[in-house]
């Protein structure tokens, strides 16, 4: 077997190889890339790289590494995330990868200059959680994976008959190049209390925008109180067709949920998930609405912001966001129907190195991660 680092021309056997997989949890999905496989990496930054594990011209394996600048230990530093890790289950394949596996993080490191290595892992997803987090025997060098931070990723779908928007008079206005000094100020002073932020001035915050593909200005809703001074923002976004998640399958849970969503949409309370393809055998989507740069300074002021993006969505949209354990505010609110999925983000760290300073249990920061990066 080879190992390899994919080209753009590989676009689209990568693409079909990553549609093949099904991560696993309450719903069984499968991710569909839309023939363009690098599409979400260039969102995140203009350093990305793909290893290709192939068998002859078969393609048995693919880890993707994502090289970002982040505001980590009080300082910007350079660190990869670890994304779309996917082997096939040839066992041969597995025992390839890894042999490669830390020859490959320690030439991402050498090639950007770097020497942390981020992931995300669903908590649901127990095969992965077995795989890659449980103890192990020291009989292969494989990195260890470090618990650094849990969040829930919440999802929006419907609000109870009698909930009432708990700031009613609070000024929500447009992104805007009247208020956009404005907004990059509190954007950045937000960021700075949060590991792993991608904004720490003007420069990083107009950068980060111009990669942002489909997402302007004029898409943030920005909060005003009445001396009309900035007290919240978001920025709704559709990823439309760089990336949809297919739901193949509903466990008994999820199901019930699917349904209840049926029955409230009757009464104009919510709004429904996507059938599975278990049942129609077609492949259709699920309709999500991010919440991008996402702050509140209190949780009535994230609620109205919350409710405005849910009002303005489309009929078949519902809203997406992460919520950090540690801050409270962007708990879901009792007055919406919500659901919520946890997941993890984990440092894989060698086995050889020290435990960097960070990962200390004083450290008790917030980190950033937006919604659409962590699936």
């Not at 200059?113 to 020291?138: E, H, I, W």
């Not at 593909?213 to 990823?239: H, M, Q, R, T, Y």
């Not at 760089?242 to 466990?251: G, L, R």
């Amino acid at each position: 077997m080879n190992l390899e680092i994919a080209r753009p021309e590989d676009t689209k056997n990568l693409s079909e190889f990553y549609k093949t997989f099904l991560s696993r949890g309450l719903v069984d999905v499968k991710v569909d890339r839309n023939g363009d496989f690098f599409a979400p990496y260039a969102v995140q930054s203009d350093q990305h790289l793909t290893y290709q594990l192939r068998e002859d011209d078969k393609l048995e394996g693919i880890a993707s590494f994502v090289i970002r600048d982040v505001l980590l230990d009080d300082k910007v530093q350079k660190v990869a995330f670890g994304r779309d890790l996917r082997i096939s289950s040839n066992r041969r394949a597995v025992l390839e990868w890894s042999k490669h596996f830390l020859p490959v993080m320690n030439e991402v490191f050498k090639t950007f200059d770097c020497k942390y290595l981020f992931s995300v892992l669903s908590m649901g997803d127990v095969q992965a959680l077995n795989a890659f987090v449980r103890p192990r025997t020291l009989k292969r060098p494989l990195p260890q994976y470090h618990l650094f931070r849990r969040f829930n990723m919440v999802s929006v779908h419907g609000r109870l008959p009698w909930a009432r928007t708990p700031l009613p008079h609070l000024r929500i206005r447009r992104g805007s190049a009247a208020n956009v000094d404005a907004l990059i100020y509190y954007i950045i002073q937000k960021s700075r209390q949060r590991d792993l932020a991608t904004v720490w001035d003007a420069q990083s915050f107009h950068e980060k925008l111009e990669r942002w593909k489909d997402l302007n200005l004029e898409d943030f809703l920005v909060a005003f109180d009445k001396n009309d001074n900035i007290v919240g923002c978001c920025a709704p976004w559709s990823a439309g067709n760089m990336q949809e998640f297919i739901p193949m399958e509903y466990s008994l849970r999820a199901h019930n949920f699917r349904q209840f969503l049926k029955f409230g949409k009757r009464l104009g309370w919510t709004r429904t998930l996507t059938k599975p393809y278990s049942r129609l055998k077609v492949e259709a989507g699920f309709n999500f609405k991010y919440l991008c740069f996402l702050f509140a300074d209190n949780g009535d002021i994230f609620q109205s912001l919350l409710w405005k993006a849910y009002d303005e969505a489309h009929e078949h949209e519902f809203i997406v966001y992460n919520q950090q354990r540690s801050e409270y505010i962007y708990r879901r609110p009792p007055t919406l129907i919500s659901a919520k999925m946890p997941f993890g983000i984990y440092l894989l760290h060698p086995p050889d190195q020290e435990i960097p300073s960070f990962l200390h249990p004083a450290n008790e920061k917030a980190a950033e991660m937006e919604p659409f990066f962590a699936l």
